[in-house]
Structures are given as structure tokens and as C-alpha cells.
């Protein structure tokens, strides 16, 4: 079917369907297809193509497992794997983690991220083979990571995991017990179930006890609940939103919002660009609990200062695919910033598109790196506008957030940029130079913190939603000095 076919397919069950009201929309919709079908035919490529998307293993890699009572399964939301066989006499169970699309800036295929489900493990001492480990984006993150493995997807814990470097091969060995079903994973996954219940849980709090009709504060709360919106900014390639979630009043960037006596801060934190770093949606989660409990004093008088727009999920449909660092359309979003397309990174596009109507007095953009086991922030070194000022906020931010966050540390990073080198396609420096804002690219760990390491669980989702709630303290105390 051709796209100028499939379109009027589309438009044409639409209209049998909608309401009269919304047949303009349909028209228009067709129209502009119509228009750029080119450009329309590469997205249906892509949509056709997202049913393969978790597709685990061939007939005999399926049958070889059932031989040895085995099943795998990567169809789910964040699942990656790609089975090849069984080995040493049905000891082994040899795997690939599959591929992100092709990034052009990047100049490769990223992968890294897996998830899937092992069932018919119950009694069995399992030797899990990532065949293609050596060839992964971060072949030095393999050195001294753990696994995650769970039973019930809530507590994620490490399992004994090796890195042959000779061989590329990284093997995972693990005794489930009695458990007749484990899942694995490159780190704690946050689904868009988990997101979505989020974003429910936030309205909810907002409302006044008893439902929107009601009056009071909920639960006796100690004051009035924080002001919350849920915004949608636009739609991704996959036809996903984009949602932002906004915690204070309305704002607009002239004049800045204000509340009576001097005008609101405007803080901005986006989270996981890069879809396999899923610590940093929990991270987002831990900080808007915080934000919107009426009985947190910090959250309180930040409010009195500030209005957050927090961006929890940055790459939804990177992160429902199993992706490591792309979109659908195998785009690193955090390399698009100095100028985002609507059409191959509409993600970044609408959100700095938002923050150029509200304006950016604090920018964190929150990842995960594969290699260094420490929480630490990039600075804005490189950019333009560096000098004095963002020099002394940033470090009067950093000297806070070790004063609440002990596994925040300053020691160890990434190499500061040469003066006059930032890549300004990258969110930090973009917004820093853009708003002559303090922003910082936030980073933890896929290890454990070397800082205040927990042998058991390693860096978490928990900890990063710790970690989330923390940063709020550090915000309050350079609040006075961002405007």
C-alpha cells in the first residue's frame, strides 16, 4: 500500500469513527500527509517495523530452549534481548543484546540495555552468556558490574556477573531458588505503567481531600497541597507524549511569574534523554514526591521561591523499545539541542521550545553512565557565557548537594571542557548559554556508588529516587543566589 494509499486508509476509518467535530481534523491530517508523504513513508517504515521491535529469538534458538525446559521473553516494555542457543550441554544460555538504530552523530549502532524474563528456572543454577558484551557503546562499564535480576519487578538486587575482555563475553551466573520465573536487567527498568501511575499519583495529591468538589487539604495535611499540572508538549514518533509535569503556578517567560513580592524561580529538570539510563526517572519521581508532600518543609519554602517543570520520561519510545541512548528514529536527543527537529527529534524539540516560552533560571539534566561508579554533575566549562558568576553558582551548588546527598561528589567526572569547546548540541550547554543560567548534566551510576557502596542492590532505583528528593535541599540553598 502506498503511503498516499494508507493515509487515506487512515483518514477515511477515522471519519467513519469520529465525531463531526473532529472531521476538519481528520482532512487536515490527510492533507499535510499528503503533502510529505516522503518523509511520512520513512515514519509507517518505522511504526511497521516497531512489532519486530521485541522479537527474542528464531524457531530453533526457541526450540533449543524448550529442549532444556527454558523460555525467554524481551516482549515487554524496555525488553531487549535476542536469544542464540543453548551451550555447554544446556548449562549456558547464549544471548545478544540487540541493537539501537543507527546514530548518525554518533557514528554507530549504540547498545548496552537489556531486559527480558527466564522462566522454568526453579532449582537451576543459570549461566547467562551476553555474547556481544566486547562490542557494546562502553566496553570498559562491563568492569566491575553486577547484574539486576528480580522475581516480582519491585526489588531489583545484583547477581555475579564477569567480563571476559579477551572474549567480549560477559557471563551472569545466578541460583533463583525456588522461583519458577527471574527477570534481568541492565538496570532497575522504570516502565511507562510506572510513569503513567506517577502522573495519576501527582494530580491526586494536588486535589483538594475528598475530590476536585471537595475543600481542605488532603490527608490533614500540614498546608494546602502543591499546585499541579500535567502537560502533554507534543507527540514522538512512535505517537507517544510527552509529558511534563508542572509544580507551582502558570507561568510565562514576560513577565517571570511572581508570587506578591518578587518574582518565581524557574527550575527545569529533565530526565532520562537517553532511554536506557532509567535511574533517571526514578530519580524524577523521588524528587516530585518530595516536591508535592504538604508536610516537607524544604518543598514548602522552595515553592514560595520557585515553579518547577519537571520532565520525567525525555524518551518514551527509546525506553518502551529497550534502546540504550536513541529515539525511534536512532537519534541521541542529548546532541540535538542547538537545533531540534520536530520531524527526527520532536522530544527535544518541544520541551526546549517550552523553555523558551517559561524562561530557565536552574537546568539538571539527569543521566546514568555505564563506566564511573560516582554520582557527580558536568559543568558548563566549555560554553560561552562561562565566567565568575555560573563559576560560583555551580560550585555553591555542588558544595550543597554534599551536604545533603553523601554519595554526591565532586573528586571524581569527566574531564573539564577547554574554554570556547562546548558541543552546544548538548541540553546543558545549550540551556546554559541560552538562558546565562547554572545548568548541569547530572550523572549516577549503572554500578554501585564506590562512594557509599550497598553490596546488595548496588546503585538502585530507590537510591536514585533518594537521590531525586535529595537535590531539593541543594536547590534551596542556592536559590537565593540563581537570579
Not at 552468556?129 to 539486576?148: F, K, T, V
Request: with cysteine; glycine share 10%.
Amino acid at each position: 500500500m502506498s503511503c498516499r494509499q494508507l493515509t487515506r486508509a487512515s483518514a477515511g476509518w477515522m471519519l467513519d469513527r469520529a465525531l463531526p467535530s473532529a472531521q476538519l481534523a481528520a482532512s487536515a491530517l490527510r492533507s499535510a500527509t499528503a503533502r510529505d508523504c516522503g518523509h511520512r513513508r520513512l515514519h509507517i517504515g518505522r511504526a511497521a517495523a516497531a512489532a519486530a521491535v521485541h522479537a527474542t529469538h528464531t524457531p530453533a534458538a526457541a526450540a533449543a530452549l524448550a529442549q532444556h525446559g527454558y523460555h525467554i521473553s524481551s516482549a515487554m516494555d524496555a525488553g531487549n534481548i535476542e536469544v542464540v542457543g543453548v551451550s555447554d550441554g544446556g548449562k549456558a544460555i547464549d544471548l545478544n543484546i540487540r541493537p539501537d538504530p543507527y546514530c548518525e552523530t554518533d557514528k554507530r549502532a549504540h547498545y548496552q540495555w537489556f531486559h527480558f524474563k527466564l522462566a522454568g528456572v526453579a532449582g537451576r543454577e543459570l549461566s547467562l552468556r551476553l555474547l556481544n558484551a566486547g562490542g557494546a557503546s562502553y566496553g570498559p562499564g562491563w568492569e566491575g558490574y553486577q547484574a539486576c535480576a528480580s522475581h516480582d519487578l519491585e526489588d531489583w538486587y545484583r547477581v555475579p556477573t564477569a567480563y571476559d575482555a579477551a572474549s567480549g563475553v560477559v557471563t551472569i551466573t545466578h541460583q533463583p531458588g525456588a522461583a519458577d520465573v527471574v527477570h534481568y536487567a541492565f538496570f532497575a527498568p522504570y516502565s511507562l505503567d510506572r510513569h503513567a501511575a506517577l502522573l495519576g499519583r501527582l494530580q491526586r495529591a494536588a486535589l483538594p481531600a475528598g475530590g476536585p468538589a471537595a475543600g481542605g487539604s488532603a490527608g490533614g495535611s500540614a498546608g494546602p497541597a502543591a499546585p499541579v499540572r500535567v502537560r502533554v508538549l507534543g507527540s514522538t514518533i512512535d505517537g507517544r507524549d510527552i509529558d511534563l509535569v508542572q509544580v507551582g503556578p502558570s507561568t510565562s517567560a514576560s513577565p517571570p511569574p511572581s508570587n506578591g513580592t518578587a518574582p518565581l524561580l524557574r527550575v527545569w529538570v529533565v530526565a532520562r534523554q537517553h532511554p536506557g539510563e532509567s535511574m533517571a526517572s526514578w530519580f524524577a519521581e523521588g524528587l516530585l514526591e518530595r516536591l508535592t508532600d504538604p508536610q516537607d518543609g524544604v518543598a514548602r519554602r522552595l515553592l514560595e521561591k520557585a515553579v518547577f517543570y519537571v520532565v520525567p520520561n525525555c524518551c518514551p519510545d527509546g525506553s518502551f523499545r529497550g534502546h540504550l541512548r536513541t529515539n525511534a528514529a536512532g537519534v541521541n536527543l542529548n546532541r540535538t539541542w542547538a537545533d531540534p527537529h520536530p520531524a527526527i527529534s520532536p522530544e527535544s524539540f518541544h520541551v526546549r521550545n517550552e523553555m523558551d516560552r517559561t524562561g530557565v533560571d536552574l537546568f539538571l539534566d539527569v543521566h546514568g553512565d555505564e563506566e564511573l561508579p560516582h554520582v557527580f554533575v558536568v559543568g558548563n566549562n566549555g560554553i560561552p557565557a562561562w565566567g565568575p558568576r555560573l563559576e560560583g553558582l555551580q560550585a555553591a551548588f555542588c558544595d550543597a548537594f554534599k551536604r545533603h546527598a553523601p554519595e554526591f561528589q565532586t573528586a571524581k567526572g569527566y574531564p573539564l571542557d577547554v574554554a570556547n569547546t562546548a558541543n552546544m548540541g548538548i541540553a546543558s550547554k545549550q540551556i546554559g548559554q541560552r538562558f546565562g543560567c547554572l545548568a548541569l548534566t547530572l550523572e549516577m551510576p549503572f554500578k554501585d556508588s564506590a562512594d557509599l557502596p550497598d553490596p546488595r542492590v548496588g546503585w538502585s532505583g530507590g537510591r536514585a529516587k533518594r537521590l531525586g528528593a535529595a537535590v531539593l535541599g541543594a536547590i534551596l540553598e542556592v536559590a537565593p543566589q540563581l537570579r
